[in-house]
């Protein structure tokens, strides 16, 4: 397991700018913070907090090569070494556009608990952490000219909420 240094200059190694890394440490921040509390609330889950950090921390180190960041944060991380962090960066988004491509690929989706966590976090996150609603507003609002990532994303976002319902969950 890296440390959150380490993860932060991988970040930088792969060219990240301090705004995506600002974004990434939020969500880091959050996502440690969830997997703390369910952590201690669950003890039987497999949840580790500090690699779900980390995790959070990678999540879109892929936003340095073009293409899909989420398939390339998978592909960099596992290059790196990473393979255990990079099962759980994937972030779900893709998963939509695949349906509404007519190719739905449920591996595209977050499976384990800790992925969900990252995958949760990152969608309460741009440059705070904000409701989902909040966040699913300011994206719809900003890509409001992109049909299909309007459409992904009003597909995306009852899983989304079904997804808090379940973490938070936890944590009661």
Do not use: W
């Amino acid at each position: 397991m890296i440390t959150v240094q380490q993860a932060i200059a991988l970040l930088r190694k792969h060219g990240l700018d301090v705004r995506r890394i600002a974004h990434s440490q939020a969500v880091a921040e959050l996502a440690f913070g969830l997997a703390t509390g369910i952590h201690a609330r669950n003890p039987s889950l497999d949840v580790n907090p500090e690699k779900v950090r980390v995790a959070a921390l990678l999540h879109d180190i892929g936003r340095s090569a073009g293409g899909d960041h989420e398939v390339n944060s998978v592909d960099i991380l596992k290059r790196e070494g990473l393979a255990d962090i990079a099962a759980i960066v994937m972030h779900g988004s893709l998963y939509e556009i695949s349906v509404l491509r007519g190719k739905a690929d449920p591996s595209l989706l977050p499976q384990s608990l800790e992925n969900k966590i990252v995958a949760y976090a990152d969608a309460r996150c741009k440059d705070k952490v904000v409701s989902l609603q909040e966040r699913f507003d300011e994206i719809l609002s900003r890509r409001a000219m992109e049909r299909e990532k309007v459409a992904s994303v009003t597909m995306a976002m009852p899983r989304y909420f079904a997804l808090e319902k379940e973490l938070l969950g936890l944590l009661r």
